[in-house]
């Protein structure tokens, strides 16, 4: 089970940091990634990091203003978000999937999901 939070209504050029925390025993085996829906749009890739965490990937619009890391000792994933735009408003969601690159989970929908937890970002 994955539990998304840190969602809120911020100003553009705002950050914020959501977390994920997930239930269970094998967290560290999991490639996780981060997803996001504005309205009246598809689903689409943010970020993702491998099981150890040495490798991540990110979505063009994202890049260089966005973190994605995990702590496997916590069961928990976070996305760092800085320098927000009003593009980036948004229901953001965690996922997961065992035995996948990060490639992988870029371009493919995993397995399991979280709730979602919304991002308003206004200018």
């Known amino acids: 089970q994955l539990q998304a939070s840190g969602g809120g209504s911020v100003q553009a050029g705002d950050s914020l940091r959501l977390s994920c925390a997930a239930s269970?025993?094998?967290?560290?085996?999991?490639?996780m990634a981060w997803f996001r829906q504005a309205p009246g749009k598809e689903r689409e890739f943010v970020a993702t990091?491998?099981?150890?965490?040495?490798?991540?990937r990110y979505a063009d619009p994202v890049k260089g203003r966005f973190t994605i890391s995990r702590d496997n000792a916590k069961n928990t994933v976070y996305l760092q978000m800085n320098d927000l735009k009003p593009e980036d408003t948004a229901v953001y969601y965690c996922a997961a999937a065992r035995y996948t690159t990060t490639q992988a989970m870029s371009i493919t929908d995993p397995p399991y999901w979280g709730q979602g937890t919304l991002v308003t970002v206004s200018s």
């Open positions: 269970g025993r094998t967290f560290s085996s999991y490639t």
């Open positions: 990091i491998s099981s150890s965490g040495s490798t991540t």
